[in-house]
């Protein structure tokens, strides 16, 4: 089987539109960055700080489309076992166990369980073998070693995974695959030629109003722009861990849950630990703020 390539978008405003009806607000860069990834057929690697929106782009493209997500989060010292496939060395020892009497020999039973019953397929083998439209996620890519991708070239490349003992599998869907990676080693540049490339920072103050305004929508309109403007005055200082977007949703779901109407002095003390998540920050931050 060979795979096929097959739009999702028609222009870069559908793109927008279908994303914000998923609850992803996209830029212009992200928005066309992904028509062109999805139009070109090409991986979408996507680089920038945490909590961003890199992994929600690619949910929100799954959502958007209707197709499945299938994900691999890297870590170190994943392998290929855990990324591509690898063999169920159990269901191989009771075959060998019950046809142990036989008179075939090894040679027949080496090729009886060297089967597709026994491939427990891993993420990036689900996806080249997937019927259905998916979205490949490999996220954080940065934390895995260096082999890993090398196992992702020729899946990136011609869609298709080469397992010794079956042969080549070639997918039937070309999937929209996104790559993450928080930057904190160097990707090969193998790697880099077969994708699409975007940076994502954090948004503008207005479009981050529009995204905290969207998923708190109880929020008083001056008091959103209130958090938005702290949190900018917060990544301006030298943190451990700048707030994420994702906090700052969350530091809005606060102020609504204690029902306040102004970011006062106590309020912004009692409650730093929504946004940064290291007491040196914490102590940083509240002397930068005077509080």
């Excluded at 060979?2 to 927008?16: G, I, K, L, M, W």
């Excluded at 994502?200 to 479009?207: G, K, R």
């Excluded at 722009?225 to 977007?245: D, H, I, M, Q, W």
Aim: overall charge negative; hydrophobic content about 45%.
């Amino acid at each position: 089987m060979t795979s096929t390539a097959s739009t999702r978008f028609t222009s870069v405003d559908e793109v927008c539109r279908a994303l914000a009806d998923v609850g992803y607000l996209a830029s212009d860069a992200i928005a066309t960055t992904a028509f062109l990834a999805d139009r070109l057929g090409k991986p979408l690697l996507v680089e920038g700080p945490a909590g961003v929106g890199k992994t929600e782009l690619a949910k929100a493209v799954a959502a958007a489309t209707g197709s499945r997500l299938i994900r691999l989060q890297c870590y170190e010292g994943v392998d290929e076992a855990r990324a591509l496939y690898e063999w169920n060395h159990a269901k191989q020892l009771l075959r060998i166990t019950a046809e142990r009497e036989g008179t075939d020999g090894w040679d027949h039973l080496r090729h009886d369980i060297f089967a597709e019953e026994f491939l427990l397929a891993r993420p990036l083998l689900e996806a080249v073998r997937s019927e259905d439209p998916v979205v490949l996620l490999v996220d954080e890519l940065d934390k895995a070693d260096v082999e890993i991708e090398g196992l992702l070239l020729e899946v990136l490349s011609d869609f298709q995974v080469t397992v010794p003992e079956l042969g080549t599998i070639k997918g039937t869907h070309r999937p929209f695959v996104v790559l993450t990676s928080n930057a904190t080693r160097e990707l090969s540049e193998a790697l880099r030629r077969r994708c699409l490339f975007l940076h994502i920072d954090y948004p503008t103050p207005a479009l981050e109003e529009q995204i905290v305004a969207r998923h708190v929508p109880g929020l008083d309109g001056a008091l959103v722009e209130s958090v938005v403007r702290l949190v900018g005055r917060l990544r301006e200082l030298r943190l451990r861990k700048a707030p994420s977007v994702s906090e700052t949703v969350d530091w809005a779901r606060t102020l609504l849950a204690l029902s306040t109407a102004d970011l006062t002095a106590e309020v912004l003390r009692d409650n730093l630990g929504v946004l940064l998540k290291h007491q040196d920050d914490i102590d940083r931050a509240a002397k930068a703020l005077d509080l």
